[in-house]
């Protein structure tokens, strides 16, 4: 057995080679393999000679190059120049004073940046600036810099748009110290003291105090061009070759210079400069790269670690701890994963750099196995070597190595082999030839399982009996395996292409119960291939199948709990799923590493660090100190502050520009009008989490125009043709990979519609339409009332004729009628005419059995009349005691002319009682006057016949008959006289003369 601790890797080390081991050690610490995202002409920035680089408090990067000022936004760099004030190409440097001002310098001119336009500060004698002679500054209103080794202070004279130039030093402090004309660097202290690298001494200044320091104060004399002051408060200087450090508390400065010389000494054309990482790590070049103080040691960071550029002028940090790089000559880079992800590749010792598995053993040393052999980390030398303990044979794509409980080591590749370690040589020897094997798993039993492609086999002991015996189970005998987990229950799960199975452990020392668990096929399309059992007993299992499952298992069946593909998992074809120490579930996919804490997925790639996106199967080690080891196509992968993922760094957005048109819009104000021109909107925006560049996407709409969300990796948007309305522009920026997204910023534009399209003037328009419309209607009205006037005169006189048409044919009509029914000589009712009214009242008189009387009248004597006096005398009198008659007949009465001399008088309802004063009114009404004709007085009687309506009275001819007889009793009794017709109930006749009562 191994003394405890005791290393298991082989090799015993002489004197020399450990003393080279320690040299090693102190030369080059870091060996990993690290990338750098590189930016150049195809982002925008046109010359490679950068000599500065900042950020400023807004979060763009600014660089000072030899062919101009540009700046960057995450997309793209943005060169300004004599358009936009600065008339030099060649920028030496460029500064940020406390009020975010900008600062720059060409080499002839200092300039500041006010509002979107750089101006120049006029002052003699002329600039003559140097790379790596700094601008800085006391506060806003006192910029320092160097010109010609001299200190000079820019300050405002009255307005701010005015700036002075003066000498720093009056000539009697220069004549006092000789050595502050000679000025290399000018360093303005948090405190407000400056540090100054004079000639080959380091000046202090405190107002007007001016303190040399040197050799007492652990300051040799060198020319020091750099000053710096960390966040411990540790004042740093250099020159192209010493470090010197003073420390708090401390009062003299520590040499800190990197050995030997020939590292240590920077030359060449970078600009020597020292700056801190996210960490308070401070960094600084090396004649071949950079180095980083740790607190007790430098560590070394060269081509051999892919820093492959050389002449770094600038190194910073910047707000959220990415590491910035400037060079000379070959533009800027940035660390990915900086402090983050390691690297391991075949230039730190793998043989290849397909990584199939990674192992830790329990001496805390690292075990890769790649395509083509064995190797194991010397930490001593920061280097991956081949393990001389194997067979002389090449071990080919190992997939498993573990440690048993003795502390030897098994190791078997995919063909099979299986090799054991003796615990006393630490020597391997091939124990085994298996099938195919897919994966190598120990169970908290010690247990070793082979999985191999024609079944299970195991190790039950693996140090009394280190000799593999194949599961005999039915279910597992030829099922083609490829992977295992342990629940923390100590049920163990196996997988298959196809299946799943547990075994779940007996007590009493009974054999253990295998199970097959029956899952829907329909989830298992493909091919499982990794698996973990998670806290709670649930199970995750990915592999070329459509999705990455969450299972519970109840019994034996298997239940779906979640499926995750896209957007949660970058790719569903999945190499591993793992739990680490935290119980994090760690996902490998050939694009990528996702991880869930539980809450939110994260997604790791060639953007964070990694050297590959192609992950290996069970190329996966979650180690004790909380780091994560993954093996890929391209080398070993170590994550070593997986925390970070998971860090609340806020992702943030900004509208850089709004136009319409060619006019800037004003993105501070609630809403900004402007007249509508038919002008295009354009916006630019960015997101200035540099780390997160590449993956960052933007969600963005313009309300009231389109209110739907889009997304586009693009920083420009163009709206062709605005039209009028008020418009809302929102956007948030959304990092996919990290499941994040930033508040969502906005601005409010309001484009005033043209004249003709404004409510005014559509109110207008209507009035004046509704105004033609009445006009119209009035002009239309006034034609049809004119058009209807002359018809209705038309037709007025149309019908008038027709109405006088008619009117004289109505009148013709009654004239006819007149004359068909009335006698031409009395105007009364003719023959025909009083017999019809007669048989009229008869009928009525029979159906109502109301009275009815009928007289005939004749005048006396009429013929003697005729023959005495003439027709025409006899005409008058007829006409003259007709006109008598019926001005004494009642309304209801009729009368009319029987014949000749004699009328026939119908009276209806004339009661028998009544007739004699009724009928004597009458015929008194023509005796009681005289008639007159040619002055001749005549007189005249009349005689009446009456009869009544009765039971015999069947006919008018009745009637007439009866009142006939009546007139003829009464002309044969002398006439002058009203003779009745008698009732049936009196047979005698009645009569009355005239002078009866």
């Excluded at 003393?19 to 060996?31: F, G, Y």
């Excluded at 590189?38 to 982002?43: L, T, Y």
């Excluded at 607190?295 to 600038?314: H, K, M, V, Y």
Aim: proline share 5%; hydrophobic share 40%; glycine share 6%.
């Amino acid at each position: 057995m191994p003394r405890p601790n005791t290393p298991a890797f082989p090799f015993t080390f002489p004197l020399p080679s450990i003393i080279a081991i320690l040299l090693a050690i102190t030369l080059h610490l870091n060996a990993q393999q690290f990338t750098f995202q590189r930016f150049d002409q195809d982002e925008g920035l046109k010359n490679h000679d950068v000599f500065k680089l900042i950020q400023d408090k807004t979060g763009y990067l600014w660089a000072a190059t030899e062919n101009g000022l540009f700046r960057y936004d995450g997309a793209e760099f943005h060169r300004f120049g004599a358009a936009d004030g600065i008339l030099e190409s060649l920028v030496i440097d460029v500064y940020q004073d406390d009020s975010g001002r900008i600062w720059v310098a060409t080499n002839d001119h200092l300039y500041y940046l006010s509002g979107s336009r750089f101006e120049a500060i006029p002052f003699t004698p002329g600039a003559q600036f140097t790379p790596g002679q700094h601008l800085t500054s006391i506060d806003s209103r006192h910029i320092l810099f160097l010109n010609k080794g001299a200190l000079m202070l820019a300050q405002p004279a009255g307005t701010p748009q005015h700036w002075i130039v003066t000498p720093y030093f009056n000539p009697q402090q220069i004549a006092t110290h000789p050595a502050l004309s000679q000025l290399h660097n000018v360093f303005a202290d948090r405190d407000g003291t400056l540090w100054l690298g004079c000639a080959q001494q380091l000046c202090h200044i405190n107002g007007s105090q001016i303190e040399i320091l040197g050799a007492q104060q652990g300051v040799s004399a060198e020319p020091w061009r750099v000053i710096f002051r960390d966040r411990q408060n540790a004042l740093w200087i250099r020159d192209s070759q010493h470090i010197r450090a003073l420390t708090p508390g401390s009062s003299a400065f520590i040499d800190r210079s990197i050995a030997p010389d020939t590292l240590g000494t920077f030359s060449g054309s970078g600009i020597l400069t020292i700056a801190e990482d996210r960490n308070g790590c401070v960094l600084t070049q090396t004649a071949s790269g950079i180095a980083r103080w740790s607190g007790d040691r430098w560590q070394f960071f060269d081509r051999a670690n892919g820093l492959d550029f050389p002449d770094i002028s600038t190194i910073f940090s910047d707000q959220n701890g990415s590491l910035w790089f400037s060079s000379r000559g070959h533009g800027l880079r940035r660390w990915l994963g900086y402090d983050d992800v390691e690297n391991w590749t075949v230039s730190q010792g793998l043989s290849n750099d397909i990584v199939w598995t990674i192992f830790r053993d329990r001496q805390r040393h690292i075990w890769f196995g790649d395509e083509s052999q064995v190797s194991q980390l010397d930490e001593a030398q920061n280097h991956i070597l081949p393990s001389k303990a194997l067979p002389p044979a090449p071990f080919e794509k190992t997939d498993g190595i573990t440690q048993s409980p003795d502390g030897s080591l098994w190791i078997v590749n995919i063909y099979g082999q299986l090799l054991h370690s003796n615990p006393a040589t630490r020597r391997f020897t091939q124990i085994a030839k298996l099938p195919t094997i897919a994966r190598l798993f120990t169970d908290s039993s010690h247990r070793i399982w082979l999985l191999s492609r024609e079944g299970l086999y195991v190790i039950k002991d693996p140090v009394s009996d280190p000799h593999p015996e194949k599961v005999d189970n039915a279910l597992t005998a030829t099922d083609a395996f490829a992977n295992a987990t342990e629940a923390a229950n100590g049920t163990l799960w196996f997988i298959s292409d196809h299946h799943l199975y547990r075994l779940s452990r007996n007590q009493f020392n009974e054999p253990d119960q295998w199970t097959e668990i029956t899952l829907d096929k329909s989830l298992i399309q493909g091919q499982m291939r990794g698996i973990a059992a998670a806290a709670d007993g649930t199970l995750w299992i990915g592999g070329g199948l459509p999705s990455l499952l969450h299972l519970r298992i109840d019994s034996n069946q298997g239940h779906l709990v979640a499926s995750f593909a896209s957007p949660e998992i970058v790719s569903t074809d999945v190499q591993f799923v793992r739990f680490d120490r935290r119980g994090w579930l760690w996902v490998g996919t050939d694009l990528g590493v996702n991880v869930f804490n539980g809450t939110v997925w994260k997604l790791l790639t060639q953007r964070d660090g990694l050297i590959s996106n192609d992950t290996n199967e069970g190329a996966f080690l979650a180690d004790a100190d909380g780091s994560v080891w993954v093996g890929v196509n391209g080398g070993a992968i170590h994550l070593l502050h997986p925390e970070h993922l998971f860090s609340n760094v806020p992702l943030k957005v900004m509208i850089e520009s709004a136009t319409l048109g060619t006019r800037p819009l004003n993105l501070a104000a609630n809403k900004d009008v402007w007249r509508w021109r038919d002008a295009p909107l354009d916006v630019a925006f960015t997101s200035l989490n540099y780390d997160r560049q590449g993956s960052t996407l933007f969600r963005y709409r313009l309300l009231g125009l389109e209110p739907a969300w889009n997304q586009t990796a693009s920083h420009h948007l163009h709206y062709a043709a605005m039209p009028p309305g008020s418009f809302r522009f929102e956007v948030e920026a959304i990092d996919p990979d990290q499941q994040r997204h930033s508040a969502i910023v906005s601005f409010a534009v309001s484009i005033r519609p043209p004249w003709w399209r404004t409510r005014t003037f559509y109110l207008c328009l209507a009035v004046f339409s509704f105004l033609c419309s009445l006009l119209f209607w009035h002009l239309r009205e006034r034609r049809l009332i004119k058009r209807q006037l002359l018809l209705e005169k038309l037709v007025a006189q149309r019908t008038s004729e027709l109405e006088a048409e008619k009117r004289e044919l109505l009148t013709t009509r009654e004239a006819l009628h007149h004359q068909a029914t009335h006698d031409a000589l009395t105007g009364l009712w003719n023959r025909s005419a009083i017999l019809d009214i007669l048989q009229r009242e008869l009928d009525h008189a029979r159906r109502d059995g109301t009275q009815l009387a009928v007289v005939l009248a004749d005048i006396d004597y009429f013929k003697k009349i005729n023959d005495t006096l003439g027709h025409l005398a006899g005409d008058l009198i007829l006409r003259d005691a007709a006109h008598r008659m019926a001005q004494n007949i009642r309304p209801s009465d009729f009368i009319g002319r029987y014949g000749g001399e004699e009328f026939l008088i119908v009276l209806p309802g004339l009661p028998e009682g009544d007739p004699p004063a009724r009928l004597s009114q009458i015929q008194h009404a023509i005796s009681q006057a005289p008639f007159f004709y040619l002055a001749e007085s005549i007189h005249v009687t009349s005689s009446f016949g009456a009869a009544w309506i009765n039971l015999e009275t069947i006919s008018v001819e009745d009637m007439i008959r009866h009142s006939d007889e009546a007139l003829y009793a009464a002309k044969a009794s002398g006439r002058n006289r009203i003779v009745f017709h008698p009732s049936p109930h009196s047979q005698a006749l009645s009569t009355r003369q005239p002078s009866d009562p």
